[in-house]
C-alpha cells in the first residue's frame, strides 16, 4: 500500500517541485468560473424545504401555497394618548400597505353593522354550550347553598376547557362591548391587521414586505406622534431569518480569527499562514462553487457549512505542512516533498476521503437536512483534498524557497506519553458514559427552546395581546370546493374535537358568520336557552362589573329571524376565510389546545389530524405544526439509521485501507470512544440532542475517524514505537483538534440557540476525541506492544 501511494503521488509532487509557479497559475486560471458562481449562493431558512418532496406536508404545501399560504400575518401597532393621531397613523400606514405587493388585506375596522346586527349569531356552538354551562356555574356561585358546588371542576379544569372558557369570554366581551376599530380597551392601542400572500416557502418575499410595512408605519408614527411597532407570527419566522444571517457573519470572524492567530501560534511563525491557508482557500473556493448548482441555496442547517469546511479542512494543510517541515531540515525540497506525500500524505488522503465519503451516506436520508448537508459537505472535502493534492504542493516548494517554510526538528522532550492514571482516568469516563447515554440523554423537542430571544420585540408583542387576544395563525389548515363538502368536513372535525383526548382546540371558517341550517337551529335553541338562564333574578347578585355587563346585553339582544347567508358576510372577514384566486374555494383553520413550540404536541396534533377520514375534495393539512411534526418524524425515524450507515461506512472505508480487521478496529478505536464519552458528558450535564445540532454527530465520527488514522499507521512506520509516535504527533494532532474547535466555537457566541448548540456539541466533541485520542489509545498501543514484547522498552 505505501508503494501504491508513492507512485500516486510521485509525478505530482516531482513537477510542482520543479515548476511550481505554473502549477499554481494554473489553479488560478481554472478557479476564476468558482468564483463568478459563488455570487449566486443565497440563504433559504423555508422548513418546507427540509422535507423530502413527497411528503404529505410539502407537497401540501406547495399545492396551496398560491392560494391560501400558512394563514400568517402580521400586525401593526400604534400606542398613543390620542385617537385622531392613532387613527391617523393607522389609516396612512394602511394606505401605504395595501399598495405593497404581496399584500392580500390590511383592516384596522370591523364591519360594524354586520356585527351589531347579528352579533350572537356569529358565535360558534360550541362557545354557546360553554356559555351556557359558564352562566349557570355562575348562578352557582352567586348562590348561598351552591357557592362551592363548581370549584373543584373548576380548578381540576383542563387546558383545552380552560381555553375554551377563556375565549368565550373573550368573544362575549367583544360582542357586548362593540368597537369601530382594532383597539384595546383603554383605546390607547390601535391595530392594522396585515395578511400576506406569502408564506412559509418565500422569506425572501415576506422580508421585502416586512421592511415595506415596517417603513410605512414608521414614518407614520413619526408624522402623527406615536409609537408604533410590527408583529405578529410571520415576524418570527423572519426575525430569526435576520439572526441566523448576523450570527453566520460573527461566527465566521470569530472563528477566522481565532483559527488564523493560533496557526501563528503553533507554527511559532506568521510567514507560514499563507502556506497554510491558500491550498484551503481554493478547495473551499472550489466547494462552495457546487452550491448554486448542486442545491440551488444553503438551508437552515448547511447555512453553517464555511464554518465547519475551515475546521475541517485546516487539518489537512496543518498536517502536510508540519510533516514537510521535518522532512525538508534533512531532505533536498523535491524528495521532502515526496516522502511527505507518501506518508503523511496518504493518512490525510485516506482519512479525508473517508470522512468524505462517510458524510456523503447522509444522502441518502430523506430528510433533505441531512442529505444535502451530506451532499455538499461530503463532495467539499473531496475538493478540499484534491487541492491538497493539486495546490499544497506547489504552494509548500514555493514557500520553502520563498523562506516561509523552515525546517523543523521534533521537540522530544516537550511530548511525552501520558500517564497511566490519565489514562486509567479517560478509560473509566468513557465506560461510565455509555451508562450515563444509554439513561440520561435526550432529545429536545421544545422549537421554542431552539428560537432567539425576541427581547426586541417584546413592546410589540404586549401591545398586540391589548388588541388581538386570541392567537390568530391556526396550527394547521385545509382547503374544501364547496360548502357541501365544507360542512361534511366540519361535521368530523367537530365529532373529533368533542373527544376527550382530542388536541383540537377550535375551528374556523365560513361557518362561523354563515352557518348551515343545521348549525343555525342549534345555535338558535342554545341562544334560547341562554336568554332564559339570564332571565333569572340571580344576575343581580353578579358583582364582576364585566360578566354583568355581557349578561345585560345578552338579555337586551334580540336575535335576528335569521342568521347571516354566505354572500351577505363582508370582505374583511372573507379574507381569511376563502382562496385567494378566486376560485370559491373554503379555507379551514385549525387550531390546537397544545403549546405549538414543542415538538411532541406538533406530532400528536398532526397524528391527530392525519387520522381523520376526509371527504372527497379537501385538502391539507398545511402549516407550521405539520411541517415541524414531519422534520421530527423523520429525524426519529432516520437518526439512528443515518449514524449507523455513517459509522459502518467509515468502517468499510477504513478496513479497505487497511485491509486488516484487526488494524481497523484499532484504528476506529478513538473515534468510537471519543463520541460515547462526548454523549456521557453531555446526558450528565444535561446538554440535550436537538434537530439542528444532530448533524454533528456523523461529523464527528468522520473527525475522530481522522485521529485514529493518522495515529496507527504512523505507529506502524514507526515500528510501533508509540514514544516516538507520540511525540511527533501531539502537536499536529492537537493543533488540528483546536483549529477544528475553533471552526465551530464562533458558534457559541451565536444569539440563535439551535446555532449555538451546534457549536457546543462540536468543540464538547472534538475535546473528548482529543482526549481519548492522545492520553487513552496511546496507553492502549502501548500496553499492545508491550504484550506482543515482553519486556520491550517505549
Known sequence: MPATFRRFFEPICRSSARRPGAWLLGVALFSLPSVLSMEDIRLDTNLVRLLPVRSPAASETKALQGVVGDEAHFTVLFEGDGIDALLGAVRETAAKVRALDGVLSADYEYPLDFVERFRYWLVPEYYLERTLDHLIGLEAEVSPVGANLLSAPAENEGRKSRQETEEMKDLLDRYSHLTEYHQSRDGRVMGLFVRPRAGLTSLADLRRLWLGIERAAGAAAAAHGVWAGVGGSQTENLREFDVIVRDLGLSGTV?????????????????????????????????????????????????????????????????????????????????????????????????????????????????????EYGLICGASLVLILLAMVLVMPATLVLGHRLGLVRPRRPERSKARLPSRAAAAAVGAAVLASIVLAALGLRFDYDFNSLKPDPAGSRKTEEASRQVYSRYMTPGAVYVAPDLGTLDAFLEILEARRRRPDSLIQRVSDIRDFAPNEAQAARRLALLGEIKEQVRGAWTRRIEDPEARRWIDDLRAWDPPTRPPAPDE?????????????????????????????????????????????????????????????????????????????????????????????????????????????????????????????????????????????????RWKELGRNTAETHRELLNPLTTCSLTTMMGYSGMLFASHPGLRSIGLFAVLGMTCIWLVSLVLFPAVLEAMRRRSRPGARP
Open 569 to 713: 358576510v363582508p370582505e374583511s372577514l372573507l379574507a381569511g376565510m376563502v382562496t385567494w384566486d378566486g376560485s370559491g374555494r373554503y379555507v379551514v383553520g385549525v387550531y390546537p389546545s397544545v403549546p405549538r413550540g414543542n415538538g411532541r404536541n406538533a406530532m400528536r396534533f398532526t397524528g391527530e389530524l392525519n387520522g381523520l377520514e376526509l371527504p372527497p375534495g379537501i385538502r391539507g393539512p398545511v402549516g407550521e405544526m405539520p411541517v415541524f411534526a414531519e422534520i421530527l418524524w423523520i429525524v426519529q425515524a432516520e437518526g439512528p439509521a443515518v449514524v449507523a450507515a455513517t459509522f459502518l461506512s467509515v468502517f468499510l472505508l477504513v478496513f479497505l485501507g487497511n485491509r486488516s480487521l484487526r488494524d481497523t478496529v484499532w484504528t476506529v478505536l478513538p473515534m468510537v470512544g471519543g463520541l460515547v464519552l462526548t454523549l456521557g458528558v453531555m446526558a450528565a450535564a444535561g446538554i440535550r440532542m436537538n434537530f439542528f445540532n444532530v448533524v454533528v454527530v456523523p461529523t464527528l465520527i468522520g473527525l475522530g475517524e481522522d485521529h485514529g488514522v493518522h495515529y496507527y499507521r
Open 255 to 371: 472563528a477566522s480569527v481565532l483559527i488564523v492567530l493560533f496557526l501563528a501560534l503553533s507554527f511559532r511563525s506568521l510567514r507560514i499562514l499563507p502556506v497554510v491557508l491558500v491550498p484551503l482557500a481554493v478547495g473551499l473556493l472550489w466547494s462552495f462553487s457546487l452550491v448554486p448548482p448542486v442545491l440551488a441555496s444553503l438551508n437552515i442547517i448547511t447555512s453553517f457549512l464555511v464554518l465547519v469546511l475551515f475546521g475541517m479542512g485546516i487539518d489537512f494543510a496543518i498536517h502536510l505542512v508540519k510533516r514537510f517541515e521535518l522532512e525538508i531540515a534533512h531532505r533536498p525540497p523535491a524528495e521532502a516533498l515526496l516522502e511527505t506525500y507518501a506518508s503523511t500524505g496518504a493518512s490525510v488522503l485516506i482519512s479525508g476521503m473517508t470522512t468524505g465519503l462517510a458524510l456523503l451516506v447522509l444522502a441518502f436520508s430523506n430528510f433533505r437536512g441531512f442529505s
